[in-house]
């Protein structure tokens, strides 16, 4: 029996990266896409608890089922699970192919990495794939045999439980690309600036523009992996958890 | 000089819940209240890239600035930073108090949470605070003092760089509230069944409601926590790297 993949994105259906994705993928089990009919990039892992969901189906054919919501990356995973897929469980859930790098602390911003990481959550082997490229046209043929030889390896030898991968391709020609590396999620945070300005009828309004900063110098990191032309994975869990901060609290008199 | 605090939650401006906060917090502190508009539960990390925004200045006193902008309860943080603070630093991000329960793998979810850990990322203490207590109109008062004291403990002695607190308050008598317990985070899912419905137009629709299992036993988690009457407090982090499967797949073929 060919295995049942789950695919969804955060940059909407009719982005060139799930496009990718999906042609990728069709050769290798029984498809079910479930995407956002709208871009949701850095929607992160929300959830639509406030309004009903509406399912299109866009395409239906032997083992290929293809459909739209008007929600969140895991809108759509709990979507699929909850409505056509009802008690079958994926036997992989793959996201992306993102517009754009999802490496270092944009794993907690990322729509991508949210879908995966909800996959792992249920138990299902899942998969976050992104190119580093945020263009609407950009190239994904470069790192689509990496991208089979993965999905091949996690569908014949599985995951860690509740454990999913973030996977990101470096934008570069694939005779650069060195290779692929099992990194960890590297340091880094985000700040901002406001750009001030002012409407035609006189109010005010402004946007924020982000800046990256790095706080990592190690070579072990995704971050490191990329800028040196590798492929990074990263397993990824999802407990918050500070294990080293639970005794250290523990000893502080108010905890006691 | 009195601490610079930051107050935000994700029930939005008008909630019960950070009206509670505000009273603890405002004689511990220069106050800094920015957040969202409308309710923003369960949006977890989400962020607005495609939108500018509006401050709405609903007040302004000695010690006393209380705005709202369109956006998520990350984006009340980002925008505070980038705009009204400019270039000062808070001492602490408070964020809630949650209308609900923000225990368990309701922390990947929260949009309370997501608040806090955002001021953790930026390296500033911050602390999440949640009541068992989905109703709009939930009594508050019972928590006060326990929160009073950890704000004043945290402004005191700090949090371990990049950890922020979990803290979920149980919705019982004050006298039954046992005391406070450091925890874990409890593994746990949801699962989801939908609801079909047809609108008067005769168009299918759907809702989608959430059912929560937990899959935690042990008595060191905050589910157990909280199901025992106790303040349940978990230090949080952001690396989402799965340290033990990284030599798992470093062994594997493809990998390697």
């Known amino acids: 029996m060919l295995p049942l993949i789950l695919i969804t994105n955060d940059d909407g ?52 089922w293809e459909c739209h919501i008007d929600g969140t990356p895991v809108d759509c995973v709990k979507v699929a699970m909850a409505s056509i897929l009802q008690n ?36 299902i082997n899942s998969i976050g794939f992104s190119l580093t490229d945020f263009d609407a046209d950009a190239d994904f043929s470069q790192g689509e045999e990496f991208i089979r030889q993965i999905i091949q390896d996690v569908l014949q030898n599985g995951l ?51 800046f990256f900063h790095n706080q990592d110098t190690e070579t072990d990191t995704d971050t490191w992996a990329l800028e040196n032309n590798y492929i990074s994975i990263v397993p990824v869990q999802h407990d918050f958890t500070s294990y080293p901060s639970l005794q250290l609290l523990k000893n502080r008199v108010l905890y006691a």
């Open 88 to 123: 079958r469980q994926p036997d992989l859930i793959l996201s992306g192919i993102n517009h754009g790098v999802n490496a270092s602390i944009n794993t907690i911003y990322s729509g991508t990495m949210a879908a995966a990481i909800e996959g792992s959550i249920l138990g």
């Open 160 to 210: 860690p439980q509740n454990v999913c991968l973030n996977v990101n391709i470096p934008a570069a020609a694939k005779a650069d690309i060195k290779g692929m590396k099992v990194c960890r999620q590297g340091k880094a945070y985000w700040t901002e600036k406001a750009h001030f300005r002012e409407d035609p009828y006189g109010r005010d309004y402004f946007w924020i523009e982000g």
């Open 13 to 64: 259906i009719h982005a060139k990266g799930i496009r990718s994705l999906i042609e990728i993928a069709k050769p290798l089990g029984e498809i079910v896409v479930m995407a956002p009919k709208k871009p949701m990039s850095s929607k992160s892992h929300a959830i639509t608890t406030d309004a009903p969901f509406r399912i299109k189906t866009l395409q239906k054919e032997e083992n290929y």
